[in-house]
């Protein structure tokens, strides 16, 4: 049974609760609008479950004769299953950043009529999201990643096959900005493009703007450590349109 077969035969079991059925609601909306090839529209809400839902499962399950050991069972199933839900995204879709449409229209307010270059772009979400505000993108990616992995091969906006490094080598100095969205954990590509941008005269070097988790899941060790960020009002901004979500991670833009 799969992810999605499992949430619906919970929340069946479960269907006067309340709470269940919102954040299942969620859940549900979440993967229409990232099935139709769109970011998220608002951010994702916490997912869990607590001690009064915990009660509610106990006298759900007492008025259907089921006993305190499968309402056990279903609460830490779903509780489990709420809290990986982003995990689903990420192998199911291929969606990494969780930013949202209301985060993107707080960004292009606070950043009108630019041009960027988006690497690691995968199957252009973010540059469509952004195309379609007005703004310029050209999105590349190597798609050295499809080998290994099924999802996100449906691209949503033109995608140039190039390294980050050879986009930034072909495109840098055309650009406001170069986006590096979810770069791999302990990747270094993201320190050789900064120091790839730093050898550019400084009136034609773009900013670099990164989505990850800082000192977490996404960038490498180096490029945290040795890679000052600099101050941004609009990133911070932003940065509070993307909530942590269950599972403890915190997506942050910034700005070097």
Same mark, same amino acid.
């Given at each position: ?7 619906? =035969? &919970? ?6 609760? &309340?709470?269940? /059925? ?10 229409? *609008? &990232?099935? #139709?090839?769109?970011?998220? #529209? ?8 607590? *001690?009064?839902?915990?009660? %509610? ?6 008025? %259907? ?11 830490? %199933? ?5 809290? =990986? +839900?982003?995990?689903? &995204?990420? $192998?199911? +879709? ?21 041009? $960027? ?25 190597? +798609?050295?990643?499809?080998? *290994? ?21 072909? $495109? ?42 800082? +000192?977490?899941?996404?960038? #490498?060790?180096?490029?945290? /450590? ?14 509070? $349109? ?8 915190? *997506? ?5």
């Amino acid at each position: 049974m799969d992810y999605l077969k499992n949430i619906d =035969h &919970l929340a069946r079991r479960y269907a006067t609760i &309340l709470d269940i /059925q919102l954040q299942v609601e969620e859940i549900r909306r979440c993967c229409a *609008e &990232l099935q #139709s090839g769109q970011l998220l #529209s608002r951010p994702l809400p916490p997912l869990c479950l607590n *001690e009064s839902i915990w009660w %509610q499962m106990v006298t759900v399950a007492e008025t %259907q004769a089921l006993s305190l050991s499968v309402a056990q069972h279903d609460f830490q %199933q779903l509780d489990h299953l709420l809290h =990986h +839900f982003r995990k689903y &995204l990420q $192998y199911h +879709f291929g969606q990494w950043t969780l930013i949202s449409q209301q985060a993107l229209t707080i960004w292009t307010r606070q950043w009108p009529w630019r041009r $960027y270059l988006e690497v690691m772009a995968g199957d252009g979400r973010l540059a469509a999201a952004l195309a379609a505000r007005g703004q310029q993108v050209i999105a590349t990616d190597s +798609f050295a990643w499809q080998g *290994e992995n099924l999802t996100g091969r449906q691209t949503f906006f033109p995608v140039q096959r190039l390294t980050a490094t050879a986009a930034v080598a072909q $495109y840098a100095q055309q650009v406001d900005a170069v986006i590096l969205s979810w770069s791999p954990n302990n990747d270094p590509t993201d320190l050789l493009l900064w120091q790839q941008l730093q050898r550019l005269p400084a009136a034609q070097r773009p900013q670099l703007l990164v989505l990850g988790e800082v +000192f977490g899941v996404t960038n #490498s060790l180096l490029f945290w /450590q040795q890679v000052p960020h600099h101050f941004s009002a609009p990133a911070q901004l932003i940065s509070r $349109y993307l909530p942590a979500t269950s599972d403890g991670l915190r *997506e942050q833009l910034r700005v070097y």
